[in-house]
């Protein structure tokens, strides 16, 4: 019990299947303790994207999932999706607006916050972001790279405790997954990052899971699966990236 | 221009419209008035005069094809009658001047709005919808559609341009006529089709991206600045020269 | 890249204002009912996927391609947009559409617009609904009823819309009826054609790859029986007026010298103006001269103060 309450987030026994198709996730348990940084990795279709969805309540499988103690279920929605963000793969389904001011915005305005306070708030989201010069740009005329950052910058407006991240490098040059390593690595929250990109895996976190045809293989300190190039390749994972 | 709060140019293109189309057809002085003060603006904002001519006058050519057959084709009188390569043409002056002057009023309109959205960003035009008491979700509809719409264009080329490349050019000929019609429709329903459905997906990723933010159905957005009173006084103004000409054009016509 | 011959986009300057404002008056009318629903709806989904949706029909009112004769088809999409989301979905999205399309490309006018919502949004989405929902009691089953139900409401929704545009030209007097009613007309039901076709081409397309999705509208709702009869009625209505009104012109410009009187001077706003208003301009030629040397004048400074104040921007 006492490791329970430590823990930050905490799945049991989860199994997710669309309608009509075979199952996605299959019994999937583990628990995360708060400040860790988990690398979530698998060949493409083994469900990372799935697990994230399940997560934030987008998606509901059977299992139990607990988040800050609070059992995902839709009376805490509110308060969950306060604590956890989730950063898409692609970053036009998370930039909906005309500007980049309203889009970080956006989720502090369903919070009925003071203007003010607003401002104050987005301002340092791009700060941390690196993107303080473009409150008023339009997110379409940006690059990928710059979006990508925009789209973390509306979730950490909110000042959540979780981050979670689908693909954050897929289609990035060298030089926009370097800012973005930088930015990730200055983060005190909880980290999850759904990748199949290892090499940024071991860049940013200590614990790794591998997830393979909607089952959880491995759960593990990073350093040891790094060097364990057996492993990774019976996943479709490797170093060189 | 350009420093001037957008719902002060709603005002004023409000005005220019309402003006023009409610002082009696031929007070020439008003339209001379409003043209001056059109140009002025114009030059004042530095605005390259013979771009925003050029767009004003493309727009207008659609109505040509409208109005153009009227001067030859009513019948009221006087009519004038000449003849070119042994054909008779009616014509009726009147009408012609009438049609002229209809297509003079429709321009100096589109002058105004011309002038109104070159010298302000699109999304401002559109965020300002809203204070002109648009419903909020009317509004927010086009600003979603403003936002996805340079993507979908973005797509539309890529995809009809990977489709002329992989079709091969069918065998030229009258009997083809047809089946070349057919397979254009078909491409092109299939290219329409297949953004339906990518639109369908994005909106389904869309509504999982606000629902995250707290997205509850209702509406809200920050409010808008309130209207300093150096603006409330450009709108006053604005008014009372409208006000002013519709009043001096009844002067000049009602004696 | 924007700008496009379509001549169901009425600008300004050609309908009276009168006119005008009751159609403004008409269109936000609905646009407000149409509001209430989707506040009533309890699928709050709706919303981006109207926007959305009403980007790609945005976007695929620039396919072009040859009807006949060199006519060009194009979409309005009052149909597909009703088909896919709703009817009073899809007089949202219309509405968006067209005034996106009058406000920032000048492709209808201001004033006007109130008509080219109530012609294209309005009356476009209620003859599709109406054409679509009594077509789904004859023809039921197959990949083909979908596209040739699409086709048929697609072609009416811009035939009737077309002989709305041309009574609405013809009360304003601006071009009599028996001249607009058949000009409008024939075009529009030739351009109607290339709705009706990329209607029904698409249609086919999604019922191929992703039924669901127009299956789902249909399953969900039950039949609105107010825009279900509000449909057949304007229908009805304008195809059995506009013949009328084409061959009585006579009858409409009555109605349009009554309203032309109306705005010049009849109209309570007008009775408040005096006649000695502004003296000294009683003389029309005086008055235009007048306006001509004002105008001369204020371009000229301002011109002037314009350049010199560039001229020192670009010396510094």
């Known amino acids: 019990m006492e490791t329970e309450n430590l823990s930050i987030i905490q799945v049991k026994d989860l199994r997710f299947a669309y309608p009509n198709a075979s199952e996605i996730l299959s019994r999937i348990s583990f628990s995360v303790t708060a400040g860790e940084k988990i690398a979530i990795a698998g060949p493409n279709g ?22 800050k103690g609070m059992l995902l279920e839709k009376k805490n929605f509110p308060e969950i999706r306060r604590a956890l963000g989730l950063v898409f793969q692609s970053p036009d389904d998370q930039l909906f607006s005309n500007r980049v001011f309203d889009d970080v915005a956006y989720g502090l305005i369903y919070q009925n916050m003071e203007k003010a306070k607003i401002t104050e708030r987005v301002r340092k989201a791009l700060e941390d972001v690196h993107m303080d010069t473009y409150e008023n740009a339009v997110p379409f005329h940006l690059s990928l790279g710059q979006k990508k950052r925009i789209a973390i910058a509306t979730v950490l407006s909110m000042q959540p405790e979780i981050l979670l991240f689908d693909e954050p490098t897929m289609g990035l040059d060298a030089r926009a997954k370097k800012q973005f390593l930088q930015i990730v690595q200055n983060f005190s929250q909880t980290v999850l990052v759904a990748t199949h990109d290892m090499k940024l895996a071991a860049a940013i976190c200590d614990r790794l899971l591998i997830l393979n045809e909607g089952r959880l293989v491995y759960d593990g300190a990073m350093k040891v699966a790094i060097h364990n190039p057996e492993l990774l390749e019976r996943h479709g994972l490797d170093m060189e990236m | ?68 057959p009227l001067p030859f084709i009513n019948r009221s009188l006087p009519i004038t009658t000449f003849s070119i390569l042994g054909l008779a043409i009616h014509i009726s002056p009147a009408e012609l001047l009438r049609v002229v002057v209809l297509m ?115 509406l809200r957005s920050l409010k808008n600045e309130p209207l300093h009173t150096t603006q409330k006084f450009q709108m006053m103004i604005v008014l009372i020269l409208g006000f002013c000409f519709i009043m001096g054009a009844y002067g000049i016509y009602g004696n | 890249m924007f700008v496009k011959q379509q001549f169901m986009h009425i600008p300004d300057g050609f309908l009276s204002l009168i006119l005008s404002l009751i159609l403004w008056v008409v269109s936000l009318v609905v646009i407000f009912l149409a509001v209430k629903h989707y506040a009533k709806e309890s699928d709050k989904q709706k919303l981006p996927l109207m926007g959305v949706l009403a980007a790609v029909i945005f976007a695929g009112q620039m396919l072009n391609f040859n009807v006949v004769g060199g006519t060009s088809g194009h979409l309005l999409g009052a149909a597909l947009a009703t088909i896919l989301v709703g009817p009073w979905e899809a007089v949202l999205v219309i509405t968006s559409v067209v005034t996106v399309q009058a406000v920032i490309f000048q492709d209808g006018g201001l004033l006007a617009l109130g008509a080219n919502i109530f012609n294209m949004a309005v009356i476009g989405v209620t003859v599709s609904y109406a054409v679509y929902t009594v077509l789904n009691k004859v023809i039921r089953k197959g990949k083909w009823a979908f596209g040739v139900k699409g086709f048929i409401a697609g072609w009416c929704s811009i035939f009737i819309a077309a002989l709305a545009a041309a009574l609405e030209l013809a009360i304003s007097g601006t071009s009599p009826a028996n001249i607009a009613v058949p000009a409008m007309g024939g075009i529009h039901a030739l351009i109607g054609i290339g709705e009706g076709l990329i209607t029904l081409a698409a249609l086919m397309f999604i019922a191929t790859t992703k039924k669901e999705m127009l299956e789902q509208p249909e399953k969900k709702k039950s039949i609105d029986k107010s825009i279900l009869v509000g449909g057949l009625v304007i229908a009805l209505l304008l195809a059995v007026l506009s013949p009328l009104a084409s061959a009585y012109p006579d009858g409409l410009e009555k109605v349009a010298e009554d309203l032309g009187f109306l705005s010049k001077g009849q109209g309570p706003l007008y009775n408040i103006i ?21 105008g001369v004048v204020l371009i000229a400074s301002v011109a002037l103060f314009t350049y010199r104040k560039k001229d020192n921007s670009t010396q510094k």
């Open chain 2, 104 to 218: 003079l009023r429709s321009w100096l309109i589109i002058f105004a709005m011309v002038l109104f959205t070159m010298t302000t960003p699109a999304d401002e035009i559109l965020i300002s919808l809203a204070a002109l008491g648009l419903p909020v979700v009317l509004v927010n509809i086009i600003l979603l559609m403003w936002r996805y719409l340079a993507l979908f264009i973005t797509d539309l080329q890529k995809i009809s341009s990977a489709r002329k490349l992989r079709s091969i050019s069918p065998i030229k000929g009258k009997r083809d006529n047809g089946k070349k019609f057919i397979q254009n429709v078909k491409s092109t329903g299939s290219i329409l089709g297949s953004l339906f459905v990518r639109a369908y997906e994005q909106s389904d990723r869309v509504y999982q991206a606000m629902l995250l933010r707290g997205f509850d159905g209702t």
């Open chain 3, 274 to 294: 005096p006649d000695y208003a502004f003296p000294g301009i009683h003389d029309e030629k005086l008055a235009t001269i007048a306006a001509g040397v004002i």
């Open chain 1, 46 to 67: 083994a469900g990372k994207t799935t697990l994230l969805l399940n997560l934030t309540g987008l998606l509901q499988g059977t299992g139990e999932i607990t988040i």
């Open chain 2, 1 to 68: 221009m350009f420093s001037v709060d957008t719902r002060v140019k709603w005002v004023g293109a409000f005005v220019v419209a309402f003006v023009v189309l409610s002082i009696p057809i031929f007070t020439w002085a008003v339209y001379i008035l409003l043209f001056s003060i059109l140009v002025a603006l114009c030059i004042g904002s530095q605005l390259s005069f013979r771009q925003v001519l050029k767009r004003t006058l493309l727009l207008e050519i659609p109505l040509l094809f409208i109005l153009i």
